[in-house]
């Protein structure tokens, strides 16, 4: 079937203003993170859902973020009052049940960019 | 904390040489360890993975890694590169006891001339 899909693929906004982007991981895969990898850097562990488990929010850099999963399917991340460190990379991946040696399918990312 | 470093920033080879790109991971448990690839305009591929059992692993596109426990290393070797493989490469360790929580080294650059 389909890989991951994530739009937009380019996004230029205006600091201060809210984002949102969004995921479809594969379907039938109950596992969805969301990475962000910055110019130069690697790439940085933001969210995970599993399910209908609670999500691990551990890597969310600050309560301007967050993220949402809407019937174990698509998933939304937003980013509040958006700051120009913001600019980066988001990368969305999917995989089948989340085991800790599952191979992982990384999206295209959206190019985040905030003037 | 668990943290991968990946000492080459960059990495320039001929093609047709041979390659090496250095790993080194910090957790105190059998680490699960990826090596994932990202080609220009295309998403983060897997090459190969390492959880348990041989401790050389073989992957996709002639890439291989060897798990070394007591340098706490996984290294990526290709014997002969071919331009097609210039692409930036992460290391990553996954965290087990819960889910494939990934942590990616910052990636290594590799620069093929012909």
């Known amino acids: 079937g389909a890989g991951v899909s994530q739009s937009p693929s380019n996004k230029v906004t205006e600091k201060g203003k809210d984002v949102e982007l969004r995921c479809d991981p594969i379907s039938g895969h109950t596992a969805l993170y969301w990475y962000r990898q910055s110019l130069g850097q690697g790439l940085e562990f933001l969210i995970y859902f599993q399910g209908n488990s609670a999500p691990d929010k551990s890597g969310l850099p600050s309560d301007r973020f967050s993220a949402e999963r809407t019937g174990g399917s698509v998933s939304t991340l937003t980013i509040q009052r958006t700051q120009q460190e913001d600019s980066a990379v988001y990368l969305c991946?999917?995989?089948?049940?989340?085991?800790?040696?599952?191979?992982?399918?990384f999206g295209s990312g959206t190019q985040l960019s905030v003037l | 904390a668990q943290s991968v470093t990946q000492p080459d920033i960059h990495i320039t080879v001929s093609e047709g040489a041979s390659l090496e790109l250095r790993c080194n991971y910090s957790y105190g448990a059998t680490p699960y360890l990826f090596w994932y690839v990202q080609s220009p305009g295309q998403g983060l591929q897997l090459l190969l993975k390492?959880?348990?059992?041989?401790?050389l692993v073989q992957g996709i596109k002639g890439f291989e890694a060897e798990f070394k426990r007591s340098q706490s290393s996984f290294n990526l070797r290709k014997p002969s590169v071919h331009w097609s493989d210039a692409a930036e490469y992460f290391c990553?360790?996954?965290?087990?006891?819960?889910?494939?929580?990934?942590?990616f080294g910052a990636g290594t650059r590799l620069a093929v001339h012909p």
């Open positions: 390492y959880f348990s059992g041989d401790t």
């Open positions: 990553a360790v996954g965290v087990s006891g819960g889910y494939n929580k990934l942590i």
């Open positions: 991946a999917s995989s089948p049940s989340g085991g800790p040696n599952e191979k992982l399918f």
